[in-house]
């Protein structure tokens, strides 16, 4: 084992000093002597134990007492990247979800620059990265990426003693059965157009074939129980999905006057990328797995505390033959609409329902579209694919949204609320296609994706217009999307059902 001669505070995480190091790998290699571009371990013996038989012997212990949490494949993981006696078993926790059996095309290690400020992404694209467990090579993508996207730079300066990147690797040694390579990127700066431009780049590999680990600590230095609030309202912030919420719980934190709160997340501008992608893809969903600060290690102390989280972005299964609404559901979602517009248009705040009182079919994450017409003509129609909120909250916000914020029409007023005719759209979970012969009109609805760009139609707009497959598509990329007519033909498609049903249908006017 590595010897612990003191604890100390160091840029985001805590840093153990060692009596000895090793100088040599798991392959020999003499790490003083580099190859070429090869990236010698900066932080081994430090962090982690710096032999291979200590490191293997230590990171199995904490593989050995984490539990398989999920069902599903993670197609990201936020990981902390502290030393390992303080947030070692939160990390593999993280890790322990994945399926160790599966080949990856690629993996993305992400993380937050702690050691030097500069403007863009930095990625390492030659040669290996090294630790005491072997070479980890460089996925010829990472030269690629550099090419084609500018905010991208090959300076490995912010590589060489980042610490955020290299702790995550042993992991990954141990754990996959199969040989990898990775993608390392430091983030530099706190520019969140920075961090737009690499979601950008980067959202076309968030797919089932690939793996994005983002390094990030939580809470710096708050008191344990301040660490334990503030740690569990950003991972609440993650959860919803919502770059909007994630930033708003960060500066919520920060400015809440909590004693020596540093940051409530070292590595805010990975975790922001990761959602700038994750919110615009249909049916992904966040799984919180563990927690712990540096509190709950025998080596911390309770005053000034680190906080970890293990948190992982996961595809969610279409499960359309479990999901079904009664006549009752649908007569209470209609009402619940109207009370909701009718509150809002008068100045109170929307009571929501009593949850004891509703199905739990009510009270499932789904995603919901709530139209309005005056008179038959259409006076308003916003939706929302959530997979994170319960379809009753659901359609209380895209009522009043309907009413209020489809740019396309003035606000509804309360005086015409008795000419308004509701309509509600709930949607099933979605499922991507590879050929449009897939799209059945009236029946599915399609949602199109490409780039930062998407737009989507209901079922019902198929019949109401009666296009033709390709009307319907061009229709949908163009006025949607504003990819051009033609842009559905190299984008994503996705198709989903909609259980539809109004006011008059269900007796209520």
């Keep these: 084992m590595y010897n612990l001669l003191n604890r100390s505070k160091k840029l985001c995480a805590f840093t153990l000093t060692v009596l000895i190091v090793t100088e040599t790998s798991c392959n020999g290699q003499n790490m003083n002597k580099p190859n070429d571009f ?106 690629e990426l550099v090419q084609n996207h500018k905010v991208f730079t090959v300076d490995v300066k912010p590589h060489v003693k980042e610490h955020s990147l290299e702790v995550q690797l042993p992991f990954l040694q141990y754990w996959l059965k199969n040989d990898f390579s990775i993608i390392p990127i430091i983030i530099g700066g706190e520019s969140q157009a920075t961090v737009t431009l690499l979601a950008e780049a980067l959202e076309p590999y968030l797919n089932p074939d690939n793996l994005f680990i983002i390094s990030s600590d939580f809470s710096h230095y708050p008191s344990y129980e301040d660490a334990r609030r503030t740690d569990d309202d950003m991972a609440h912030a993650i959860v919803s999905n919502s770059p909007v919420e994630f930033m708003k719980a960060k500066i919520r934190n920060e400015n809440a006057g909590i004693d020596d709160l540093a940051t409530a997340m070292c590595g805010w501008t990975s975790g922001l990328m990761l959602l700038k992608i994750t919110e615009g893809k249909p049916g992904i969903t966040y799984k919180t797995i563990m927690y712990r600060n540096s509190g709950d290690s025998p080596y911390g102390g309770k005053d000034r505390v680190v906080g970890y989280w293990a948190i992982a972005a996961i595809q969610q299964q279409a499960k359309t033959a479990d999901f079904n609404l009664t006549n009752n559901d649908k007569r209470e979602l209609l009402k619940l609409a109207r009370k909701t517009i009718t509150e809002y248009l008068s100045g109170k705040t929307p009571t929501p329902p009593d949850e004891s009182k509703l199905s739990s079919t009510l009270k499932t994450n789904a995603g919901a579209f709530v139209t309005l017409h005056n008179h038959g003509k259409l006076r308003g129609c916003i939706g929302n694919f959530s997979t994170t909120t319960p379809l009753y909250r659901v359609v209380m916000a895209m009522a009043i949204s309907a009413a209020t914020e489809d740019y396309r029409f003035e606000s509804v007023t309360a005086d015409e609320l ?78 989903y059902e909609a259980i539809v049903f109004d006011e008059k249908e269900l007796g209520l006017k």
């Design 418 to 495: 008795n000419d308004i005719d509701i309509e509600i759209s709930v949607l099933t979970p979605m499922k991507r296609i590879s050929n449009i012969k897939e799209i059945e009109l009236g029946k599915h609805g399609i949602y199109i994706k490409k780039g930062g760009r998407s737009g989507t139609f209901l079922p019902q707009v198929a019949k109401e217009t009666r296009w033709s497959l390709e009307e319907f598509l061009g229709h949908c990329a163009r006025d949607k999307a504003g990819i051009g007519w033609d842009g559905w033909r190299d984008a994503e498609i996705f198709t």
């Design 38 to 143: 090869d990236r010698q371990p900066a932080v081994a013996g430090q962090f982690y134990p710096g032999t291979k038989a200590q490191l293997e012997k230590e990171v199995k212990s904490y593989f050995d007492s984490a539990q398989k949490v999920m069902d599903a494949q993670p197609l990201a993981l936020i990981v902390p990247h502290a030393g390992y006696v303080f947030s070692g078993q939160v990390a593999a926790s993280g890790y322990r979800q994945i399926d160790r059996d599966k080949k990856f095309k690629h993996i993305f290690l992400i993380g937050s620059s702690h050691t030097m400020f500069f403007t863009g992404a930095a990625v390492y694209t030659k040669g290996a990265f090294i630790t005491p467990l072997g070479r980890v090579p460089i996925d010829p993508l990472a030269n």
